[in-house]
């Protein structure tokens, strides 16, 4: 962090080392081993010529606006972390009620 102070917390020092600009959260706050290339929220998107990856979970936290790095598919994923290889069960047909929702 600043190079004359202590660290008394080293692990939060290394989640912060290692968080990008544009994470929802600090790196290495999710599943043990998972990395942000295995999360559902690290998009592909297109920008004109060029292609970025980014953190949708970023996106919908900060009202819709996207986060200032490029994500490393291999950074220690955050709290967030959601598994894209499991999967959704679609149920079709369904009627609900927003004030039905936690």
Known sequence: MTPNL?????ELAEQVR?????MAHWAGTGPKGSTCG???NLVDIQWGVG??????KYYSMMNKKWGPKK????????KY???KTKK??????????SWDCP
Do not use: F, H, L, M
């Open 88 to 97: 959704i069960t679609v149920i079709k047909n369904a009627t609900w009620n």
């Open 51 to 56: 292609r970025t990856t980014r953190c949708q």
């Open 38 to 40: 295995t999360c559902k």
């Open 18 to 22: 290692n968080t990008i600009p544009g």
């Open 81 to 83: 972390y959601e598994d």
């Open 6 to 10: 202590t660290e008394p917390n080293k």
């Open 71 to 78: 994500i490393d598919p291999q950074t220690p994923s955050c």
